[in-house]
């Protein structure tokens, strides 16, 4: 069976700090693993997924996260974090069809000025 | 513009009366599905279909039906709401090229009183 763990429920960072939002997966098969964001009153929208390949997944708004398979983690990074980042995220993984996607528990982060 | 959406956005109503929340998507996705959000937990996975009349349980389908007689659409259906379902739901959809990604709707806010 398949899980997620989002070990941070908040995280609170200045603006224009750095901030890295953890995630931790468990699967006996190989995994595809994402990254989706959801601003105030919106729906879920996607940042970034790790099919295969580069290890290092680039996504939308200055995000990436890198897979590391020995550590079954996906964190997400961005360098430089602005007001409008201001969101709850959500790590999630699935197999090879996406008719069983496993969503964490998410983390809000909160960017103060 | 390919999107989802998702009717009513908000709903406010009272134990046992049924309701039907819909669901549209205009990418012709095969797979669509529905989650419900609730603070902690993430989104769980209620009902999904992988095409038209193929509907499998998700993680959480107790009190829901789903239905899926037209590509397009997915409708749930609460045939006797209960307090306890009162939570943020959303549908998503996905196929063709992006059959890994998920597209979402905007969510629909349910009370049951």
């Known amino acids: 069976a398949q899980s997620v763990t989002q070990l941070d429920s908040q995280v609170p960072v200045f603006e224009e700090a750095p901030v890295e939002l953890r995630c931790n997966y468990s699967?006996?098969?190989?995994?595809?693993l994402f990254w989706y964001v959801q601003y105030p009153n919106q729906g879920l929208q996607l940042l970034l997924k790790y099919l295969s390949g580069s290890t290092l997944v680039k996504g939308i708004n200055g995000f990436e996260a890198e897979f590391n398979k020995s550590q079954t983690s996906f964190h997400l990074r961005k360098p430089s974090v602005h007001i409008s980042d201001t969101a709850e995220y959500f790590c999630a993984v699935s197999g090879s069809s996406a008719s069983k996607i496993i969503f964490g528990s998410g983390t809000r982060l909160s960017i103060r000025p | 513009e390919a999107q989802v959406t998702q009717n009513p956005r908000y709903l406010i109503t009272v134990t046992g009366k049924k309701l039907t929340v819909t669901c549209s998507q205009n990418?012709?996705?095969?797979?669509m599905s529905w989650y419900r959000q609730d603070p902690g937990l993430g989104l769980r996975q209620i009902y999904y279909s992988m095409n038209v009349e193929v509907t499998d349980k998700g993680d959480v389908p107790e009190g829901y039906k789903v239905s899926r007689k037209e590509k397009r659409n997915f409708p749930l259906i609460l045939e006797s709401p209960s307090p306890n379902q009162t939570s943020l739901y959303f549908c998503?959809?996905?196929?063709?090229?992006?059959?890994?990604?998920?597209?979402f709707g905007p969510g629909t806010r349910l009370t049951v009183l």
């Open positions: 699967s006996s098969v190989s995994v595809y």
């Open positions: 990418m012709n996705h095969e797979y």
């Open positions: 998503a959809s996905s196929g063709g090229v992006s059959y890994n990604e998920q597209f």
